[in-house]
């Protein structure tokens, strides 16, 4: 973005003055400024109408009395590009295009003619709802609207009007900073939006609904940007594209697509990636409101043995840690519970001191001391509406609770069972406390999951050396498939191990085995079999040389049977690999918009049965890549399942991004490598197997 649109990007969000421009949605958009309660300037153009909702009118742009800062543009799309073009002389700061008619429809030429009127111009859309600015009271939105701040909150940006509007509508009371529906995103996209949020200090954490992004390398550098100032970033990605056409013959395409590409993006650049939109705001309200943990102990407090094991239940299954409390702990709480109250965590601490905040706020304390807590959460369903005699024991509890959290430094949150049992009321009075109020308990500890997880990525970015940034760049088109001895060669010069073999025709198979020794493997090499176990063209395990004619002849026969036209004489003899620790699919490949990347997962003949895979975008730091490996299951099996040895992780790893190393410089020779299997030792890595594509001569 340039400094001049950069500068007209803030205009824009923060305007002294809008002038709306349009008829009868024009008119609309009045109303929701003047409903927002924005205190500028506001004009109308029209040359048919004397005013819009009691805006007096100016017949054409050229007459507004100087250059608005922000525009609201809702007129014909024949007469967009002349009034940009306009309004770009005269030194307008930015527009929101309400105008559809372009891109969406497939008319790509008026959009390159509006985009190229915009100039310098912060322009939204078009075809969009608006931006609104909670801070400022300054709206420049299409429908009504709902949607509140307490002077701070989090900056959304959707590619969806209509989601926009129903987060704006939601009765979640979510801290809202701005809210930005960015369509068909010709001049500002996501990356704009989300690299300017992150400098605003009202913006506590910026959630981002992706459809797709247009730039992933600008993304990059915006979310980083994010990460380092401390302001969490949540996305709901929506949609998956189809991966390309150059992928098809690998396993790789099964295991890692489009949605793989952008989990990897986001786990390289500490987004927080989230499934649902509940979880969408639930997340930012979190964050928002209580911050992100500095550690991961949480400590749980209930006034019922059932919500205690809800927490426990969802917790373990998402691997967040209650941690138990200790001999001293247990002593002090003991003394401070009723007699049917049991120590635990999740607590329980019943009926009995329920509501009576100079009974619970020693508890609360107490367990948080004792537990070492890094976050604290209560469950509390609060009665429905007309039913508030006991409202006030609820109350008591929470303000214990909350200064309990307060005194201990503990990010602090107080969920509901069922969503719809936090009123509005109590949801802005525990916001006021500093507690985040929460609608779900599997939403809570997701939220509370993944604001650990960000605290972690963080504290590893500011730590460890970030990798070069991403290189997306163009991708060899329809590539040839190399037979597995020109591939293991190729893989040689890459200083990656294969077995001892060789090549030879049928007559020449025995004294080849010999020279290896036996036990061998037989592999028919030919261009037509990518998959050769499918086809019958792999043997293993050949003891002698009458197995290996044996062998030759079922092979030759499986494979015609399999495809006339693959058949060769042209064997691939090798020594058996001993068993491995482990057997991975280890890949790598690029793709036109994300660039290089790395495909790690459990190998063999079950890799797309149990689809056990991570994607890791390079260049990744050897961290990067051991953190993948560790996060397979078969990982179990390096870390000394049963009694096995245990592998050399961190050798592993490099050796594994000495590869990633290799294709990277070789990145305009190869378009595919995978490996698979890739037998995996105590401390080195072995490819039994390889498909390599590389450019056509």
Known sequence: ?????????????????????????????????????????????????????????????????????????????????????ELEQMGAGGVVCFSAGFKETGDTQSERDLIEAAG???????????????????????????GWSPGYGAAIVTQSGMFSSDITMSARSLPMAYMVSAGNQAVLGIEEFL??????????????????????????????????????????????????????????????????????????????????????LETLKYLCVAGAPQGRRVAGFTCSG?????????????????????????????????????????????????????????????????????????????????LDASKIYYQNDAAAFAQAAQ????????????PENLDRGTRRHLIELGVAPMQGIHETLNAMRDAIWWSEARARTRRVDRPAALRPGATIRNPVVLTEDKGKSWLGQMAVAVPNGNVCNAAEA?????????????????????????????????????????????????????DRAAVTDRFLIEAMSPKPLAELIVTLRSDPQFGPSLVIGSGGVLTELVRDARTVLLPASKDE???????????????????????????????????????????????????????????HIVAVDALIQVPRS
């Open 510 to 562: 025995a004294g080849v085995a010999q020279d290896i020794g036996y036990p061998v493997a037989l592999k028919m090499m030919s261009p037509s079999l990518p998959h050769k176990t499918e086809a019958g063209a792999v043997a293993l395990g050949i003891k002698d040389a009458e197995g290996l004619s044996s062998a030759i002849q079922v092979m030759t026969a499986s494979v015609a049977a399999y």
């Open 195 to 280: 690299d300017a949020f992150a400098e605003d200090p009202a913006v506590r954490a910026i959630g981002l609904h992706i459809e797709g992004l247009r730039d992933i390398v600008a993304f990059e550098r915006a979310a980083l940007k994010a990460l380092d100032r401390g302001v969490p970033v949540v996305a709901l990605k929506t949609g998956n594209s189809a991966i390309g056409a150059t992928l098809t013959v690998s396993h790789t395409g099964s295991l890692s697509g489009s949605s793989e590409l952008y989990q990897a993006l986001f786990d390289r650049t500490g987004v927080i990636d989230v499934t649902s939109p509940s979880q969408f």
């Open 120 to 146: 310098d111009m912060a322009l939204i859309g078009p075809n969009c709802y608006g931006m609104i600015n909670y801070i400022d009271d300054a709206a420049l939105w299409s429908f009504e609207h709902g």
């Open 407 to 418: 005194e201990h430094s503990v990010p602090a949150a107080i969920c509901a069972t069922l």
């Open 625 to 683: 890549i051991e953190r993948a490996l560790c996060s397979l299951r078969v990982a179990r099996l390096l870390e000394g399942y049963r009694g096995s040895q245990k592998a050399d992780i961190p050798r592993i790893s490099d050796a594994l991004h000495r590869v990633c190393a290799a294709f990277l410089e070789a990145r305009s020779q190869v378009a595919e490598v995978e490996i698979n299997p890739m037998f995996v030792y105590l401390d």
């Open 1 to 85: 973005m340039t400094p001049a649109r950069r500068e007209n990007l803030e205009r824009l969000l923060k305007p002294r003055h809008i002038a709306f421009i349009g008829g009868r949605d024009a008119t609309i958009a009045v109303r929701e400024a003047r409903r927002r309660g924005f205190q500028g300037q506001m004009w109308a153009v029209n040359p048919k109408r004397a005013d819009l909702d009691g805006v007096g009118c100016v017949p054409s742009i050229s007459d507004l009395p100087e250059p608005p800062d922000a525009v609201y543009l809702a007129i014909p799309a024949a007469g967009v590009t002349d009034a940009l073009r």
């Open 306 to 386: 059932g919500g205690a094991t809800m927490l426990a239940d969802h917790s373990e299954r998402i691997g967040v840690c209650f941690p138990k409390v200790g001999s001293a702990g247990q002593e002090s709480l003991t003394s401070l519970l009723p007699e049917i109250a049991t120590v635990s965590n999740p607590l329980d601490y019943t009926t009995p001191i329920w509501g009576q905040g100079d009974k619970t706020y020693p508890v609360f304390a107490t367990a948080l001391s004792a537990l070492n807590a890094d976050l604290a959460v209560l469950v509390q369903d609060y009665p429905a509406e007309g």
